[in-house]
């Protein structure tokens, strides 16, 4: 019997020097295909996606609650903007050469560094082609070539597609067929009543939602001067809040726990009276703190140190999400969401019988409006569940243990028109708001653009005896804020009755998640010459203009300082793009 070893066995063929170059020629051949008609890498140079996408910043860490953040750029060099790529600046200081001073989103308190790093921008890969064989859907993530300057990529969120004409109003996204007949004398499109509202998917929805407070990052004992809980209790004496990231409610009667956003927190310090900030719910992004002086002149909605009068052009932002994971000491208990706000409550229940519903009324009134109703398994005893009432592009969701039990994009959408969402926002019509008040510098122009909002009121409502709650948070959605044109006192595209946005079956439009910072559509007033040949309408995006759909974040900013490996990956934030 011959062994393994014998002369009958097959000699291993060995590759010869000219199949070993071919093999090499094939791959990068292989690889450049892949590249050209596949997916392709993409480096975010600015934060107009931020902080969906980050392109160069510093991430700082809060000692008293552990909350991570991201802040742009701080210090540019000079001859670049908040909306260029910054200078490549090693370690980044103030324009004096003082450290960064920035505020945790969390607790309002300062947090210095003398050399912080800029890290780059999220690398991402993008499916290229994939427009050719199927149609861009609104909110897909696109990057396209820049119109102004072809020779840039953008990157930025579509929200909206051809033959439709879009409305921004009141920060959400509306669309109506592009070739429908023209309102009469003294009317706007926006009067008409064949717009729909564009809601975001659920998967889109909750990779958006904005932080504003969690109570898990809240800080630790002892509490810093100068913060202030969010959420207070008229029935203080039962509850225990201040100190705690849990919350205990040892009482048997119902109770309510309410959002206070008129408490102030950041700074003790008396010369920087501008560091004090309120709770209040508006589109401020922590991403876009920086260190200037705060003036009558830069009091802008992105540089959250306000003084309070400099509050008063901010937007309230509406579309929220409450959540908590609560736990009851018996059964039998009923939990109630509740926001106020655009002359309406809005509800998310669920009753003792675990039955869910979600529902709406105009303040004042008695009667409710069920929009879903569904049975379901009640709250548990001694255990922790997770509970969320999201109201977000005119339509309620109630979700527990992360699956929606009532509402939804369909169930529980009510639907008003532009004109409708403006009156009930604003308590006036829309030609009302459009009016003005010159004496107040308020032009027709910029009339929606100084539209503050409705002011939202937050509650939960509890019965049922004792319980916990842990990670009760609120988070805000994304608000396509109205602006003016770049360099220009006319009002941002598609923001205002008076500049129209109607796309053709070529043309798209797109927006910025960072909306007070994004230079997008909105406010694009130039195209390059060559491209003028091809799209000579400024704000737009042609269709040969797209490169594709971004859909991975294959390699994040830096994880950490590191002096021998100086660009370590943050790996845990590998993600796929919504």
Known sequence: MADATSSSAPHPHRETVKETVMSVILAFALAFVFRGFVVEAFVIPTGS??????????????????YEWTVMPWYNA?????????????????PNGEPMSVHDPMSGTKVTSAN?????????????????????????V???????????????????????????VDGDVFARPGEG??????????????????????HVQRAVWQPVFNSAWAPADPWPIGFANPWTTPDKNAWEINGRRSYRYDGAEPTTLEWDDRA?????????????????????????????PVTARNATPYDPRWTVDALKPYINVSDLALAAAIEPDA??????????????????????????????????????????????????AGRATPVEFWHADQALWLLVDGDVVAGGPELGAYDWQPAERIRQTA????????????????????????????????????????????????????????????????????????????????????????????????????????????EPEAGIVPRKFLLGKAFFVYFPAAHKDAPVIPFVPDFGNLRFIN
């Not at 980050?54 to 008293?64: I, K, P, T, V």
């Not at 000079?78 to 980044?92: C, D, E, L």
């Not at 990157?155 to 409305?167: H, Q, V, Y």
């Open 78 to 94: 000079p001859g670049t903007s908040p909306t260029s790529p910054p200078a490549p600046v090693r370690n980044q200081v103030g």
């Open 264 to 292: 102030r927190f950041g700074s003790p310090d008396p010369k920087m009276p501008e560091a004090w900030q309120r709770w209040s719910l508006t589109e401020r992004y922590p991403y876009n703190e920086r260190n200037r």
């Open 427 to 534: 308590g006036r019509s829309l030609n009302e708001v459009l009016r003005g008040d010159p004496g107040a510098g308020i032009t027709r122009a910029r009339a929606l653009e100084k539209l503050t909002g409705s002011r939202p009121e937050v509650t939960w409502r509890f019965e049922g005896g004792a319980f916990t709650l842990h990670r009760v948070a609120l988070a805000r959605d994304l608000h396509y804020r109205a602006r003016l044109m770049q360099d220009s006192t006319e009002p941002a595209r598609a923001t205002h009755p008076d500049h129209r946005l109607v796309l053709d079956d070529d043309q798209f439009f797109a927006c910025g998640d960072n909306s007070p910072q994004s230079h997008d559509g909105r406010t694009w007033n130039r195209v390059d010459p060559w491209v003028r040949l091809i």
């Open 181 to 202: 007949e023209f309102p009469p004398t003294a009317a706007t499109s926006w009067h008409l009543t064949d717009w729909s509202i564009q809601r975001k998917p659920e």
């Open 116 to 140: 912080k790093r800029l890290r780059a921008g999220d690398r991402i890969l993008v499916l290229k082609y994939l427009y050719a064989i199927r149609q861009p859907t609104p909110f897909d």
């Open 49 to 66: 996606m931020a902080p969906t996408l980050l392109g160069a910043h510093e991430r700082f860490r809060s000692s008293s609650t552990g």
């Open 142 to 168: 696109i990057v396209f070539k820049n119109p102004y300057s072809p020779t840039e990529n953008f990157i930025k969120r579509l929200i909206g597609t051809p033959g439709n004409e879009i409305a921004l």
């Open 331 to 380: 059964s039998g208990m009923r939990v109630v969401a509740s926001l106020i706000s655009r002359g309406h409550e809005y509800e998310g229940v669920i009753d003792t019988d675990g039955t869910a519903s979600v529902r709406m009324r105009p303040l004042g009134e008695e009667a409710w409006t069920v929009l879903d109703s569904r049975k379901g398994d009640p709250i548990s």
